[in-house]
């Protein structure tokens, strides 16, 4: 399988670009090679890393404005976790088709999901197959419950192990550190290390989480996390909200990936995510939607702007998190985060790309491409999509997208009656 | 003129809607009218009122991206004054256009917009005409600019007063209580007074401004103004960020319309917009998105996310400023400020109105319209749109506008360079 892309704007010029099989072969002038797939960007097209989403809860599409303006403790006692308790294996399948269509239709090429995939989390990676997108699958832990035990998403990762693909990997997701006991985070520390996985964890979303744990153990949360050896590199901790100066500190010593997830953090009213002091501590700060039942979307092209928009006001100043830093965020860093090839455009990387046609508004008059992409563009202004040296979006059409949108609807009207 | 709409869907069920010359005539099931237009939802459009931007700088459209996270003052003196300083009238005709086709993309009906129109704001209105929008067109008082002194706006009104429409009416913009004398503001409300027109200001953005006139007349911005009687329903007051809970009062004691510009507050770090002190005053809030220097884009959807999403994390509280209080700001309170009989679909009302396909991502899979209108969907989601009985777009498509994305870049790069 390979892709000849003719006339497509880099950032240094235009010209042409060969990708065989799933990776990034040529890019040059006028190249004349013969390929399975043609695209001509007509001298009218950018190319540009495509987006990754380092913090979501793919499945929770279904659940997109069944449930917003509440209190915390009503949203999710009241309507999220009972509807929730009547997902059945087929919703998370749609669910995960809908979140991946979202994804595609607005330059996301690669996603960190957790969420219950239940006793089978091959429901969601067939789902992800099937679209064609990059993913880190997350194999969520949940002390309360039966498919969140230790032993439960032990026998599961020794069941799917052997159905690794190179584009859809397990993590390991202790869901939070109020929701996993001391002693099944050191298991899941341990485990992970093993079998290197990566670390996927919800830190210090809200206030209530940092003060409990300092009650219980004295140390605040990323304290009683260092504590016990579980922060390194392999580490990605969503939200990270109320994080002391220490505490941002050892993040940045021990190399750890934070997940910003503006809307989610504005929508749930968490809190202000210290952008400023993460970036100088050295931190390595990606980009998140979260789930679309408290975003309302995945779209990492508005997220960009909130992101960049959230820590101006906070820290009064309007030179604080740059379009080009947050753009970094959403591309390179979420790269290393999930220690995936991707995330820049050259000879060798993945092929995971978009294409922008540039004769869009947003895009008008054209000052600075990464300007208008960060602040004035919302994903749609993405033309085409390639993940993993396949085209899964052309000219803003993807396979089956009718289908998914009439089955979403379907599966949560029964689900919402 | 005529259009009639088959199979649509409105808040309350399904049905037709005839619009007779600029007016909303009939609303009802299986009207069998003839038309010179016809619009068929075929049941899967819902139409809803246009939405109404507040508070903008059309031409600015021309500086999108030119200038960003700076401090405000290099930003407008070094960057975007000296530019400003370049434009003529038609950079003036042309980035009006732009800004138009951008709210027409993006389902804006009407907007209340104030810029340097030079002596002849005409070129303004020309824009506003061909593009078929509704508009207050601000007649800028600036007593340091030659076009903006009392003498220069008050000849330009004699002018230009025989050429009102109904759609695009003028109002007295003297800027800001900076830029424009004690005296000069008291001549503006007079001149206003007589005339019926609106007054647009700009107040209270920027902490400086409260604390340099409370220094200078021992009165905070709101008191200053209200002590020469400006105040009254006909002001229409941008910003109003740095208010105390004594002007707030004063603001809804003397009903006076403040518009909230949430992305621009936040991208130039002016402050937190009081949402929750001035809705318990009920003071009227609309929404606007300034300028496109400091937006980037007049995507009154995205707009709707970020009002509700901000005061959410203020008052750490996710019950405030709910979706559908936001989508009414946009909507009903535009209207009630600019003096226009749209916002609501009523038979009677001014045909301005827009429809949405519901077969789309942002609005799968479709708990709540109006939460994924405000939450999940950009502009993008307006599949057509129409102002003042004419259809300015369908099916995404607006007359002419390759051309003037073209044109816009042309003049763009000549100023820029």
């Not at 989403?53 to 279904?62: D, K």
């Not at 998403?153 to 020794?158: L, Q």
């Not at 504005?266 to 408290?294: E, H, Q, R, W």
């Amino acid at each position: 399988m390979s892709v000849l892309i003719k006339n497509i704007i880099f950032d240094n010029g235009e010209g042409d670009i060969f990708i065989e099989g799933n990776k990034i072969g040529k890019i040059a002038k006028n190249l004349n090679l013969k390929a399975d797939e043609k695209i001509d960007g007509k001298g009218e097209k950018v190319i540009l890393p495509g987006l990754i989403n380092c913090h979501c809860h793919s499945a929770m599409n279904l659940l997109r404005g069944y449930a917003d303006d509440l209190p915390l403790k009503n949203w999710l006692e009241k309507k999220i976790w009972p509807l929730e308790a009547k997902l059945n294996e087929e919703d998370v399948y749609w669910g995960a088709k809908l979140a991946c269509l979202e994804m595609i239709k607005t330059g996301t090429v690669c996603f960190n999901d957790m969420y219950w995939h239940f006793k089978h989390p091959e429901v969601t990676v067939s789902a992800i197959k099937e679209m064609g997108l990059r993913a880190v699958v997350g194999l969520t832990m949940f002390d309360s419950v039966a498919e969140g035990t230790k032993e439960v998403v032990e026998k599961t990762y020794s069941r799917v192990e052997s159905k690794y693909v190179q584009s859809i990997v397990f993590s390991l997701a202790p869901h939070s550190i109020y929701a996993v006991s001391r002693e099944n985070l050191i298991w899941a520390k341990d485990f992970a290390k093993k079998n290197n996985l990566l670390l996927h964890v919800h830190l210090s979303e809200i206030e209530k989480e940092a003060k409990d744990c300092f009650k219980k153990y004295n140390l605040r949360p990323v304290e009683f996390l260092n504590k016990m050896g579980f922060l390194n590199k392999n580490c990605i901790l969503a939200h990270s909200i109320w994080l002391s100066d220490k505490e941002i500190k050892i993040l940045g010593e021990r190399k750890c990936n934070v997940v910003y997830c503006p809307c989610s953090n504005m929508k749930l009213a968490s809190g202000f995510f210290p952008y400023k002091k993460l970036k100088k501590a050295g931190v390595n700060i990606c980009l998140g939607t979260d789930g679309a039942a408290s975003n309302n979307n995945l779209d990492m092209f508005e997220e960009m702007k909130f992101a960049s928009l959230l820590p101006k006001i906070k820290e009064k100043d309007p030179t604080t998190a740059p379009a080009s830093e947050i753009f970094e965020a959403a591309t390179k860093n979420g790269a290393g985060a999930l220690k995936m090839d991707i995330g820049e455009i050259k000879e060798g990387k993945l092929a995971d790309l978009i294409l922008i046609d540039l004769n869009q508004i947003c895009l008008a008059p054209g000052h600075n491409l990464i300007s208008d992409l960060v602040y004035s563009c919302s994903g749609n202004c993405v033309t085409d999509l390639i993940c993993n040296g396949k085209i899964l979006m052309r000219d803003r059409k993807v396979k089956g997208e009718e289908k998914i949108i009439r089955e979403a609807a379907k599966r949560a009207d029964n689900l919402a009656s």
